[in-house]
């Protein structure tokens, strides 16, 4: 579950995540099966500082302006196309497609539009904060100054938002990363575990603070245990039984490979029939590994590699057990935590803050996006709550240290795996 991009601070080039559309579990993630009342829009003007749609007084010349203004991104221009009566829904979308094909100042437009139609009701998502928001977003990422007009705007729907853009115009436009940390505070609570504000604020606290975290109490009990665990629900294709062999055989690394039968009984034992139902009522197989990976780590302590990657012969050894931090972490390109192939020591303060985000989106956001959900999402939000923390109270835990892709791709490489044509990825859920 990694991402891609590269990475930068500057607003222009900062790398994008497809925004997620399912704000709520009860928001499809296409949109498509809700539709809400627009508010009337035809006589009210257009705020923007940037262009010439400043200017325009009727919807219909909004509408005439924007879609002159997409017309050369033919995968928006046919969505739009395709609506005789934009709506909320409709400018949210192509505002989606936009944004996901990085043209972050025409998805800004859009992202307007759909906040200016959306009738402000508390209960209706996209919620209105959460338009306004990713609007501005976008304006930072295409270089462009943020309206104070459309800041205070945001501020009167919600405060964390108007602050979480400021400190990312001070980090992008005046690259002083103490003042937009302090900023952004811990704005990230307000959004799912996983969204694009936890991997801007750990990118630009491990720019500030370093990517080691967490004090020299490494004692040998502190360290990560020399074993490896993975799992595979049942059945396994060819090239997942041939990966198996191939770190079976791997010199004096034991692996203890899992399948859903004994996880779940091992969830039940060491964790209570909570866990295991959790665990035997994940949506997809993706899900489950996600459940049961943190589970084992902070009991047990050691190395999580999932079964669709192998371990490179030449490079894992010395790293892996001379390793003396309490945990491994790794980043893709734009700031995701890898949760694919990570280490940790047993009762570790990232995976308990992972077990906290992890039932409480089992219980209150059950239909979430698994990335967030379950999978990168949580420990994204752990870490973003261990560097928050750290700016106020001196860390007091063992030390951890975050590497980014290329190091992961010094020990880890991926391998041709045809099952994956051939079931439900775990995007589709």
Not at 28 to 43: A, G, L, V
Not at 261 to 269: H, I, N, P
Not at 305 to 316: E, F, W
Request: aromatic share 12%.
């Amino acid at each position: 579950m990694s991402g891609e991009a590269n990475t930068s601070s500057d607003g222009s080039n900062f790398p994008l995540d497809q925004w997620d559309n399912a704000r709520d579990e009860e928001v499809s993630m296409n949109m498509s099966d809700k539709e809400y009342p627009n508010r009337d829009i035809s006589n009210s003007v257009v705020i923007s500082d940037h262009t010439d749609i400043g200017k325009i007084n009727s919807l219909d010349e909004r509408v005439k302006y924007i879609a002159e203004m997409i017309s050369k991104f033919p995968r928006a221009y046919q969505r739009f196309e395709a609506s005789d009566n934009i709506s909320m829904n409709d400018a949210f979308e192509v505002a989606n497609i936009l944004h996901t094909d990085r043209h972050v100042f025409e998805a800004s437009e859009l992202y307007r539009l759909a906040f200016d139609l959306h009738d402000k009701q508390p209960n209706h998502y996209p919620l209105a904060q959460s338009l306004l928001q990713v609007r501005l977003l976008c304006l930072l990422k295409s270089g462009h100054d943020l309206p104070e007009t459309e800041l205070i705007e945001l501020d009167k729907l919600c405060i964390p938002y108007g602050n979480y853009l400021r400190g990312v115009r001070a980090a992008w436009q005046k690259n002083s990363l103490e003042n937009a940390l302090n900023l952004i505070g811990n704005a990230f609570e307000e959004f799912h575990t996983g969204e694009e504000i936890d991997s801007i604020y750990l990118e630009l606290a491990m720019k500030h603070t370093g990517r080691t975290i967490g004090c020299e109490l490494n004692t040998p009990g502190n360290f990560i245990p020399y074993k490896m665990y993975m799992y595979w629900d049942k059945l396994p294709p060819q090239e997942i039984v041939d990966n198996f062999e191939y770190h079976k055989n791997l010199h004096d690394l034991p692996v203890k490979i899992f399948d859903r039968e004994e996880a779940a009984e091992w969830l039940y034992q060491k964790y209570g029939i909570e866990a295991r139902e959790l665990f035997l009522n994940a949506r997809h197989p993706a899900e489950a590994a996600d459940f049961l990976r943190v589970h084992i780590i902070n009991l047990l302590g050691g190395w999580w590699l999932d079964a669709d990657l192998k371990l490179k012969k030449d490079n894992y050894q010395e790293f892996m057990k001379n390793f003396d931090k309490s945990g491994c972490y790794f980043t893709t390109s734009n700031n995701v935590i890898h949760n694919d192939f990570f280490g940790s020591s047993s009762n570790s303060v990232v995976l308990n803050d992972c077990l906290l985000s992890l039932y409480r989106n089992n219980y209150l956001h059950k239909g979430l996006f698994i990335a967030y959900k379950t999978g990168p999402g949580i420990f994204n939000r752990a870490l973003s709550r261990i560097y928050h923390n750290a700016l106020s109270i001196d860390p007091n835990f063992p030390s951890i240290e975050i590497y980014n892709q290329n190091d992961f791709d010094n020990y880890i490489e991926e391998f041709d795996t045809p099952y994956k044509h051939n079931t439900p990825h775990w995007q589709s859920v």
